[in-house]
């Protein structure tokens, strides 16, 4: 695994968060559901034997999200958390989709191929450290065939406006639904900061023009997660 892309909470995708994950995350099904199809409309285009990569696949939400609906698609999904991964290897054997999967151990760095129809990365960009975010969309951004589409989902505030306290009271409400124990909004804020380093919608939009995404679509709005998709520039 290489040293770029490295997660900002090194240790939160352990054994006991894979186990719980989708449990955890199975009360939220409304919004992933929205998200989910969503991305499978943008993803209309995406050719009928595509090649997919999935970016901090986890327990393999995005495959399964993408995978009845279209049939002939296969997937790379990759993630540092070997935890996470084998819980994804499970289910899709357990499904019967793990023969149309590869699953990786790494970050996009770890991923030789460079001509993927699609790239999806959902609930994954606001765990990279901030100062390696160019870095991770510059890397799926290469891993793309010209005219490839991206879709990514992240948790993205503008931390300096007059609504965040708002927002964030907002996000309180998911994170007990997810069980997890009610947390002040100041603090909840200072997570934000550090370590998640959650940025602006616009600071997440310059990131990917930087990294080649001529223009980034806002589609998906959940209090604090966003959705963009973009294509990658043909030649
Ligand atoms: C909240 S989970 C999302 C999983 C899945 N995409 C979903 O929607 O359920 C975030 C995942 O990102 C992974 N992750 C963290 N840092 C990463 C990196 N640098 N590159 C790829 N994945 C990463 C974590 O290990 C974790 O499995």
């Known amino acids: 695994m290489t040293q770029t892309n490295t997660p900002a909470t090194p240790n939160f995708f352990n054994q006991e968060m894979a ?52 049939p002939g698609w296969r997937f790379v999904g990759v993630d540092p958390s070997a935890e996470m991964l084998e819980v994804c290897r499970r289910r899709l054997d357990e499904a019967g989709l793990l023969g149309r999967c590869q699953l990786v151990r790494g970050t996009v760095e770890d991923i030789a191929d460079t001509h993927f129809d699609a790239v999806v990365s959902l609930f994954v960009a606001h765990f990279i450290k901030l100062d390696q975010r160019a870095a991770f969309y510059s890397g799926i951004h290469r891993r793309l065939k010209p005219r490839g589409l991206f879709v990514s989902a992240e948790i993205s505030v503008d931390l300096e406006d007059t609504s965040l306290h708002a927002t964030v009271k907002d996000w309180a409400r998911i994170q007990s639904l997810m069980g997890q124990e009610e947390k002040p909004v100041e603090a909840l804020i200072a997570m934000f900061r550090d370590p998640l380093g959650v940025v602006s919608p616009a600071i997440t939009e310059g990131l990917w023009r930087d990294a080649g995404f001529a223009e980034p679509v806002p589609f998906f709005q959940a209090f604090a997660i966003r959705g963009w998709h973009a294509q990658r520039p043909p030649l």
């Not at 969503?38 to 034997?49: E, G, I, K």
């Open 19 to 70: 186990d719980s994950y989708d449990q955890r995350n199975s009360a939220l099904q409304p919004i992933s559901g929205c998200l989910h199809f969503l991305t499978n409309l943008v993803l209309a285009p995406v050719p009928r034997n595509a090649s997919v990569l999935c970016v901090g696949v986890g327990t393999g939400a995005d495959i399964f999200a993408l995978a009845t609906d279209n």
